[in-house]
């Protein structure tokens, strides 16, 4: 990493304590601490990352701390605009441009800083949690941008791409929100704008020689973002239309692969993020959480698309229906759904160190099952985290939006450290036995913690 780029995210990382500290002054009541909180959770993060002899810790330059500093500023910054500002359009933006900078300023060492940029998302979304009504959108339009950048060097297709359809939804959403203002209201001015957008890109893109079939995939999600919208209309159909996203799952992976479906999961994405803003889009609860749960199934997959090929699985380990794998599966579908009821038991106004633990265990269990039996229970929770919160979503449980970021921790960590704790698996099974002992007498201590803190609340 160059000197430039440290300086960078250094003055990313400054804005975001700025943000914060003005955030704490201006606001009394909850969340005044999340911003704070969130800004002292990215300086460890970055601590764990800091050098050491011969390099730093987990990649070579740096480039993973250096992606935790800089978006992690950005992303506090951007909260505190939108959330207490209410500059919804800019505190967007500032976030999303965390991928443009790691194009910039780390071109040779672009995984690591994507997945540092993904760290920080991880680390803003639990400690905000619904303070902010645009922050799943922009979460999930941020993790998708992020790695559909990264499975552009595996599928050899433009870096910028991705970017460049980024800035189209941000522009149509800025439109939209000046057209909301002449009181031109209603979810029609948004669609066109932002399938406008897309479709100038992808022509753009065709003009300039590109072979790829970018109007095919903005096609594919205009026609799913458009029955999705006719499904959401009544209240059984807008549960089953959750279909609908899949379909376009199946039929953009079949048109460009994992790189079509990363395309797919951005412009839903950002579909997602304009459309929850209900007061100029006049959608509905449900019309808008169907469009965000979407998002959340294909940015999921794409995640875990991009964790298979940064890890291939060798192949004593290749045949996923093992049973190491279907424990870690049922493990998080079932382990992570009690995690997301307790974190909600106290509300929005919950104390501070139930969101703390939440995330500790929503990271630290699917580590410490890949240190025990592999990559294979890596993939498998992965997906049983993914099945807990379209599950909720589709039986309508509230638990959904609780589910969403704890989901994603295991990938948005996953992808940078399971290859560091899968080694831990080649050790002989005492080391493994005594990790798995080190994990419970760990669930232990925590249950009699949370016992303990709940009888003094009460008392």
Not at 358 to 376: C, D, H, Q, S
Request: proline share 4%.
């Amino acid at each position: 990493m160059s000197a430039a780029a440290w300086a960078v995210g250094t003055l990313c990382f400054g804005a975001g304590l700025v943000a914060a500290l003005m955030a704490r002054a201006r606001v009394v009541a909850f969340p005044s601490f999340a911003l704070p909180l969130a800004w002292l959770l990215a300086l460890v993060a970055f601590g764990l990352t800091l050098p050491s002899d011969p390099a730093p810790y987990f990649q070579a330059g740096g480039a993973l701390g250096w992606g935790v500093l800089t978006a992690s500023g950005l992303w506090i910054a951007g909260a505190f605009v939108g959330s207490r500002l209410h500059y919804e359009w800019l505190g967007a933006l500032l976030p999303l441009s965390a991928p443009v900078l790691a194009l910039i300023f780390a071109p040779n060492d672009l995984l690591p800083a994507l997945w540092g940029i993904g760290i920080a998302t991880g680390i803003v979304w639990l400690p905000l949690g619904r303070a902010w009504s645009s922050l799943e959108g922009v979460a999930l339009s941020t993790l998708a941008l992020s790695w559909a950048t990264g499975l552009s060097l595996y599928a050899g297709t433009p870096r910028w791409f991705g970017v460049c359809l980024a800035g189209a939804g941000l522009a149509a959403f800025g439109l939209a929100t000046l057209l909301a203002r002449q009181a031109r209201k209603g979810w029609w001015y948004s669609h066109v704008l932002l399938f406008g957008g897309f479709t100038i890109t992808a022509v753009g893109y065709q003009l300039a020689g590109s072979k790829a079939p970018w109007l095919m995939l903005v096609l594919q999600t205009l026609i799913a973002a458009t029955l999705a919208r006719a499904l959401s209309g009544s209240e059984p159909w807008s549960r089953y239309a959750l279909l609908v996203w899949v379909g376009l799952l199946a039929s953009a992976f079949a048109t460009l692969r994992g790189y079509g479906l990363a395309v797919a999961a951005l412009m839903v994405a950002l579909y997602a993020l304009v459309m929850s803003h209900r007061e100029f889009t006049r959608t509905e609860a449900r019309e808008a959480a169907l469009y965000t749960v979407g998002a959340l199934l294909l940015t999921s997959v794409v995640g875990f698309r991009l964790f298979v090929l940064s890890y291939p699985l060798r192949t004593p380990r290749a045949d996923l229906y093992l049973y190491f794998t279907l424990l870690a599966f049922l493990i998080a579908l079932v382990g992570l759904g009690a995690l997301a009821h307790w974190w909600s038991l106290r509300g929005e106004r919950g104390p501070v160190w139930r969101t703390l633990l939440a995330g500790f265990w929503a990271t630290v269990a699917p580590l410490t099952l890949t240190a025990i039996f592999g990559e294979r229970a890596a993939a498998g929770w992965s997906v049983g985290a993914l099945s807990a919160s379209l599950s909720a979503y589709l039986y309508g449980n509230h638990l959904y939006q609780w589910l969403m970021p704890l989901s994603l921790l295991a990938l948005i960590v996953l992808l940078p450290l399971a290859g560091i704790a899968a080694t831990f698996a080649e050790q002989p099974r005492e080391v493994r036995i005594g990790i798995a002992a080190g994990l419970t007498v760990a669930l232990v201590l925590t249950a009699l913690l949370v016992a303990w803190l709940d009888r003094e609340r009460e008392s």
